[in-house]
């Protein structure tokens, strides 16, 4: 099993800035994608930011310019650092990677974290 924990949601106000850190630990051979998706309510999931294990990124449109999505492979940990952050990005946030457990294993799983609040207001 894989565990996720995210950290660094809160609140700020429109313009602000914060950094939300996500931490794998548990059966881990190798971790492929991460990534950050949002859900704020009355919407569904969607995705923010995705970093490969190569260090390729990938952005929603919404937030190109505005979010850098980084990663340790050494640590198995992502961050996603938000910056001039406006009222639409208040959401859950989640964190997302694609695991494979064991080195003899045939697949590979997705497991998720626990989700942090992220509001914009003023």
């Known amino acids: 099993q894989v565990q996720l924990v995210e950290s660094g949601g809160g609140l700020v106000r429109p313009g602000g800035s914060l950094r939300l850190s996500c931490a794998a630990s548990?059966?881990?051979?190798?971790?492929?994608?991460m990534g950050w998706y949002r859900q704020a309510p009355g919407k569904q999931r969607e995705l923010v930011a995705v970093i490969t294990s190569g260090g390729s990124t990938n952005y929603a449109d919404s937030v190109k310019g505005r979010f850098t999505i980084s990663r340790n492979n050494a640590e198995n940990t992502v961050d996603l650092q938000m910056n001039s952050l406006k009222p639409e990005d208040t959401a859950v946030y989640f964190c997302?990677?694609?695991?494979?457990?064991?080195?003899?294993?045939?697949?590979?799983?997705?497991?998720w974290g626990q989700g942090t609040q992220v509001t914009v207001s003023s």
């Open positions: 548990g059966s881990i051979f190798r971790i492929y994608d």
């Open positions: 997302n990677a694609v695991v494979r457990p064991f080195r003899t294993s045939t697949s590979d799983y997705t497991f």
